[in-house]
């Protein structure tokens, strides 16, 4: 089936100004997304909190991020004004909370708008880079998945530097700052987004049959995603803890571990670019999570920390091109809003917050952290058998 004409008005991969808006704007919510947890211990300590309010604060940007992915606006150009909007004000109102002693209640409404307008600016972005890339819409996703982890991999170091020069409340600033300034930068764009944003579907391949078949399409998608957010998360939330009580690490080197992790995402994407041209789309995601399954497996043998250092680097290299292959092969075989396209994708939030608790019972129950990591092994094993079956459309 041939694209609809107004497709074709558009390159493959858009080399005017919106591709390096699209890149900033996902390169600053992975900053965005990482930089919470480097702040955390300064919020604790500066506003005397439990570790239950601690996890309120995680929790106040995760419910945000996820309403905003439900939320998305089926004119995608709104989205990605509300989300610069919500980003700007978010961050402007987490730096103004962070100059006041009794802050926590403000700095939870604050990220929760913030989060608000990450999900907004994540989701839309990517619904409009696959409507623009057409069939090379995996390596248009790939590449901005890779400006992202770029931009979660460096947030800790980036808020490291920044501190060494400056307090708390400013850092907030020049980050809420620089929020503000691309919003001013969309602005510019307004034509070039008029042009992509605001058609009703963005997707390329209709879905034919009927709307049961639609929905049992969506429900499969969405079950994949919520399957991946729980790997990804039980993984990379976990790995410092396992390094610190398996690897006989210290929490210096447990945060070392988890940095060379995101840089193992982060090449694992660089390197799925090239590939992306000689193998198809499946292929990749089906070998890839093969891997992050033999990787978690061998998380059981791990006792020092070069052999988890070298596990670390390759479990990234595994879970890296997952994700946008998935997102690419969705919004290649579904027609739907971008209101349905984000709460399908939103998903994988759900199952990130999901299986890291589940594995904190179960490392509880039965005394041994390590027996529960394996439970990403058998989420991974999940995932690979709903990849292998490709429903009807």
Request: aromatic content about 8%; some cysteine; hydrophobic content about 50%.
């Amino acid at each position: 089936m041939s694209p609809p004409e107004d497709h074709l008005r558009h390159p493959a991969i858009p080399t005017d100004r919106l591709s390096p808006y699209l890149h900033a704007a996902f390169f600053l919510t992975g900053v965005g997304v990482l930089m919470l947890g480097p702040l955390l211990p300064e919020f604790s300590q500066q506003w005397r909190l439990q570790d239950s309010q601690v996890g309120m604060l995680l929790t106040a940007q995760f419910a945000g991020s996820f309403t905003g992915a439900v939320l998305l606006h089926n004119n995608l150009k709104k989205s990605l004004t509300i989300g610069n909007v919500c980003l700007a004000i978010g961050y402007t109102a987490l730096a103004l909370a962070a100059g006041h002693s009794a802050g926590f209640v403000a700095a939870c409404v604050a990220l929760l708008v913030g989060g608000f307008g990450i999900g907004q600016l994540i989701n839309a972005i990517s619904l409009i880079s696959a409507r623009r890339a057409r069939e090379k819409r995996g390596a248009a996703l790939m590449s901005l998945n890779l400006t992202w982890s770029a931009g979660a991999l460096l947030s800790p170091l980036l808020i490291g530097l920044a501190r060494g020069h400056l307090s708390l409340q400013p850092v907030l600033f020049i980050f809420a700052a620089t929020a503000a300034l691309l919003m001013l930068y969309q602005f510019t764009l307004s034509a070039s987004l008029s042009k992509t944003a605001t058609h009703d579907s963005i997707f390329l391949t209709p879905l034919t049959g009927p709307p049961s078949s639609a929905r049992s399409l969506l429900l499969y998608f969405a079950f994949l995603f919520f399957l991946y957010g729980a790997l990804e998360n039980s993984i990379t939330g976990w790995l410092a803890t396992f390094t610190i009580r398996y690897a006989h690490g210290t929490v210096s080197a447990g945060a070392y571990v988890t940095t060379v992790l995101w840089i193992g995402i982060t090449a694992g994407r660089a390197v799925a670019l090239p590939l992306l041209r000689r193998l198809s789309e499946r292929t990749i995601q089906v070998a890839a999570i093969l891997a992050t399954i033999l990787a978690s497996l061998a998380m059981y043998t791990v006792s020092s920390q070069l052999p988890l250092l070298i596990l670390a680097v390759t479990l990234g290299a595994s879970l890296a091109p997952i994700i946008p292959v998935t997102q690419s092969l969705f919004l290649g075989s579904t027609h739907s809003t971008p209101r349905q396209a984000g709460f399908v994708m939103a998903t994988a939030a759900l199952g990130g917050a999901t299986l890291p608790l589940l594995i904190g019972f179960v490392s509880q129950h039965f005394g041994s952290l390590r027996y529960a990591l394996e439970l990403p092994s058998a989420v991974g094993v999940s995932l690979l058998l709903l990849c292998l079956y490709i429903p009807k459309r």
